[in-house]
């Protein structure tokens, strides 16, 4: 299958010979994806491939190019950094180009006074972060790292992170964009079509926030976003982290208006009281469970394995035997990681003392080991650059994410003996790593303020093993048995696997869900903006007169 | 090794595109942000080295077949490892680099290579040179200098110019330099002179390992009978190919030493006094293969092997090569010795330094690619402010000439022998 070539010339006049490619080889470098293997056939390591992939490098491109693919009714798959299965084509047999957005990589401009950037889809959060921070500025980082788009994360993707919880949501900081639609129309939302720049993202112009991202946005199946405008918050440290060690542990300092800290909590019940503390002092710069991605059973051995630089994955095995390394595995079992941070000494001592008071009357305690200073010091620059976070994979070069459904503390911890018992009995498979039923990570709160997170199940699999692949697949759906058997909602492991389920399936399941209305709501916006259907089910939607018969929410 | 060996390394690829960045905990400004020359010339995800690795795998597939795009794809690269560093920041079960290697060995023996490699070839085949230079002039530089001629007479220590100290007549002083220094440390040295043969790295680099083979047998064979049990070069390419790949490929046991160890030996021990004053501003390039790539090699021969049901290890361990122990502190420490020198640091540095683009094959197959990789470092070392960029291997220094008058620039390139020599 392969693009017209009347189609292919239009999009080469476009932006030029050297940034559009149907070579079988480079389509396939787009479909191989991540989670593929969990949800196409045969266990394939590939999504479709798509039939082209463009690098538009402005706006005007990115819309010509659309309007190409109108006339010749291919559908639309815009990416920036490019990850996750999703990113890629849904269908086989659909003929798609992929944008490419790697070359609309400036930062256009950073409003110190103002604190916004104005950035373009391939900055990522990491250059955006270095950049801010000369200013005495700094950025949320979403959960999946600073090797992520900004823009991507802001209006198209879920945004939260581990500095959410001071900083915001990317959704919430979200403060204008620029948007090709599907049918090629430039949209700017906000005080931005009004040419009263980018400060807010709500009128006098049109919002579409909502409509176009919702919690997790379209994910490339609604047009292409072409720039936005991100809020920032203060950095009251560095203008340049000044980073010592070897690779892979670097380390990051604490000045004396920073604390990194490591908090163990001896039961869950006093790790849901000491999250509701911490919201209501208005505690911590970043707020995170981190470490423990690597699971409960193994996060101390993996991590003091990591941070040696003379030591390999084999070091672990030992590790996890020592006595004195169990014992400090038992007090980091329920833990998570706290950034302090304060424009003042003052400040700083405050916060340690109010962090005190906390901990005497939650039971909970700083984790000795984690908190001193060679783990310290690297805890304090994996949280502030979030530079670590493919460590996600560490183990086998595959994980996928279970549960992190958000709520409250309380909600959430109503879930968590479900997730570990779940866990840890489909690792007696041996076909999963076996690292202990609780590899629970998540944010502190993915709003600004506190008060709502979730945790993720870090499901680690080998994608090279066919058998490990399956055990993944069992898990998940393992996981979706339990939620319902919970009667809460299903979480990631559903979000995941329904990549690779046909329209009727996804259809049907939505057809179940209490407002359908929602979905046959933004069926009539996406009818509006993307009347070729060239877009993809990212951005979901009912079909008309789907599941007729109405669910209570819905009936009148 | 063959790609076939890499496979479960492209199968556990997630396509995180860490390899086309510096480590990010180093990322210092948008600027001076990347970390892989190939993926910011080429552009398409297959010029990464993440890239690279679908690229096996379709190919073993079966899914796609070496077009000419392909070719470039796998070829316009300087195989300088940035991606293998930034990698294994989270990975200890994938090697980019040696994959990349093997993607190159495949399409070599497959017959597609690059046409433009053929003069290189030819050049080593029949004068031993990447230079197109006759082999009887390659002792040339150090004629009137009164070294031992190890094709006659024996030394402890053997001191390899490498094909562009020996044949470039711009940069031969250094050569000269490092010989005035070596006698100056009253070691017991000489030179191949015309029957010393190229280190084959270059060839192994696009991945023609015959030719490594080749010049390795010749030049340990050569050493050996000349009772050499050291060998001291100033080129980075030929210490990486005697320190790292002779060690691997050929059983090498003889010692290797760069003339910045040496240098940094020297200083330490009180041997080698700077006193005369250079006043100058320098920013100092760490070349890949000193750097980087210059750890040394650790004898491994063993089998993946699962812990906890199915973490990926090695039985016994697998060394890891991450830049972590590269040559970093002795170039320093020789230049924050030569009074009056101020080092100002690039944003990339150590193991996280953009390549000099010359590597890999890159100067000689891809000359435009090469010139603009180049081009990006000077104006690196520009916004430090330094007068001249210091490096410490004959290749970085060539390219980056090239690049700064191609540009009309005003930066100095110096090697570090240079600075020394001015010192003395």
Known sequence: ?556 | MTIQDYRADALRCTRCAYCKWVPLDLMKSWRFSKGCPSIEYGKFHSYSAGGRLITSLSLMDGRSTVTDKVRDSVFMCNMCGSCDVACKMCRYDMEPLLAMHELRAKLVEDGDLPEAYQPMLESLRTDYNTMGEPHERRGDWAKDLGVKDLTKTTAKYVFHAGCRYSFDGEQSEVARTAVAILKKAGLDFGIMGAAESCCGGKAFSIGVDQQLHKSADHNLAAWKKAGVDTVITACADCYYAFKRLYTQHAGSTIKVVHMVELLDQMVADGSLKMTNPVPMKVTYHDPCHLGRQGEDYVPWDGVEKKIFGQAVVYDPPRPRYNGAFGVYDAPRNVLKAIPGVELVEMERIKEGAWCCGAGGGAREGYPKFSEWTAGERIEEAESTGADALVTACPWCERNFIDAVRGAKGKLEVLDILQLVDMAL
């Open chain 1, 1 to 556: 299958m392969e693009i017209s070539r009347d189609a292919y010339r239009a999009i080469e006049d476009i932006v030029g010979p050297d940034n559009v490619t149907d070579d079988p080889a480079f389509l396939d470098s787009y479909a191989f994806e991540w989670l593929a293997e969990l949800v196409r056939p045969n266990r394939s390591h590939y999504m479709p491939r798509p039939w082209a992939v463009v690098m538009p490098a402005s706006t005007r491109e990115v819309q010509a190019v659309t309007k190409v693919c109108n006339k010749y009714k291919i559908k639309i798959k815009p990416i920036s950094t490019g990850w996750y299965h999703w990113a890629a084509p849904m269908k086989d047999d659909e003929p798609t180009v992929q944008f490419d957005l790697r070359r609309m990589n400036r930062i256009i401009d950073i409003d110190e006074k103002n604190r916004f950037a104005i950035v373009e889809p391939y900055v990522i959060c990491a250059q955006l972060q270095a950049e801010a921070m000369k200013l005495g500025l700094n950025c949320n980082i979403i959960g999946a790292g600073s090797s992520t788009s900004v823009v991507a994360s802001a209006c198209a993707y879920f945004g939260g992170g581990p500095s959410s919880h001071y900083m915001g949501n990317n959704s919430d900081n979200l403060l204008g964009q620029e948007w090709v639609t599907p049918a090629g129309k430039v949209v700017r939302t906000g005080s931005l079509s009004s040419g009263a720049g980018w400060f807010c993202s709500e009128g006098p112009g049109p919002s579409v926030r909502g409509v176009t991202r919702g919690n997790l946005g379209s994910r490339g199946g609604l047009g292409t976003y072409t720039k936005c405008a991100i809020k920032l918050a203060d950095w009251p440290g560095p203008a340049e982290m000044e980073v010592k060690g070897r690779p892979p542990g670097y380390r990051l300092p604490i000045g004396e208006n920073f604390r990194a800290y490591t908090i163990g909590a001896p039961n869950w019940e006093a790790w849901a009281n000491c999250y509701y503390a911490i919201y209501d002092n208005g505690l911590g710069y970043i707020f995170h469970r981190q470490l423990n991605l690597a699971g409960a059973n193994l996060a101390t051995a993996l991590w003091l394995t990591y941070i040696d630089p003379t030591k390999t994955l084999n070091d672990v095995e030992t590790l996890a035997k020592d006595p004195e390394i169990i014992a400090i595995n038992e007090t980091a079992r329920i833990s998570f990681q706290l950034i302090l941070a304060a424009q003042s000494i003052d400040g700083i001592q405050l916060q340690d003392k109010i962090l005190d008071e906390i901990l005497s009357q939650t039971g909970c305690y700083r984790v000795e080991r984690y908190c001193e200073q060679d783990m310290a010091e690297f805890t304090n620059m994996y949280m502030q650059r979030l530079g670590h976070k493919h460590c996600n994979f560490i183990w086998a070069g595959g994980y996928m994410g279970s549960w992190m459904q958000a709520g409250t503390p309380d909600f959430v911890k109503g879930y968590v003996p479900t997730a570990i018992k779940g866990f840890e009995d489909d690792q007696q498979s041996h076909l999963l790593v076996e690292c202990g039923g609780d590899a629970l990570m998540g944010c502190g709160s993915t709003l600004g303020g506190g008060g709502y997170f979730g945790l993720e199940q870090f499901v680690s699999y080998d994608p090279a093993s066919d058998a490990s692949i399956d055990a993944c697949i069992k898990h998940m759906e393992d996981a979706i048995a339990d939620c319902v058997a919970q009667g809460i909602p299903l979480g990631k492991e559903q979000l995941y696997l329904q990549i690779g389920w046909t329209d009727q399936r996804i259809w049907d399941g939505m057809a179940k869900a209490p407002q359908t209305f929602v979905l046959d709501f933004q069926r009539q916006f996406k009818d509006a903006v993307d009347p070729n259907y060239l877009g993809d089910r990212n951005y979901p939607w009912l079909p008309e007169k789907w599941g007729e018969a109405p669910a209570p929410a819905q009936a009148k």
